[in-house]
């Protein structure tokens, strides 16, 4: 009968232990969705998105850097953060041959300025989405503002083509 007593006692304190476990576990997992970054998140980010026009296309059909670029932006939109949240040595080497690969009739002081404030932004993004104890709403917003980065790139490569194409003399 004793030994009955204390298997039953036994049994009642692994269920005791097993309930508080599940808890946590669920806790956990709430809190990991919390900060879980996905593609519904990234969608519901509003700002322009500028593609590029003809000419811009030919223009950086042989530029291979930005090419990739645009590669992990699209990845970026569907959820994908493994390229802006790896390591960032990697990141600052990428975006440094993005720059020196860069076509010359590109080279423009414009496109030139919209190309820093992109290693700004990646790096910022970067260093937000290493991080775990920063807000999801924080690291969607270094999301909007690269974004939006890179689309003022497009952008401002557009403008280079436009104006070139129009042919608008610039006041010296």
Partial sequence: MRII??????????????????????????????????????????YTDFGLSMDSQKAVNDWQKFQELNTQVELLKKGDLAYF????????????EFMTEMPKPLQTNEI???ITALDTKAQKLNSLLLLSTIAKAERLQAIKEFLITVSNLNLQINKKFEFEKNNVLKPE
């Fill in 85 to 96: 949240g790896g390591e960032a040595l990697l990141l600052k080497t990428f975006l440094l």
């Fill in 5 to 46: 007593t204390l298997f039953f006692f036994f049994l009642l304190l692994t269920n005791c232990k097993g309930d508080e476990v599940s808890e946590v576990t669920k806790e956990t997992q709430e809190q990991i969705d919390a900060k879980t970054i996905s593609q519904k998140d990234i969608e519901v980010l509003r």
């Fill in 112 to 114: 030139l300025a919209r």
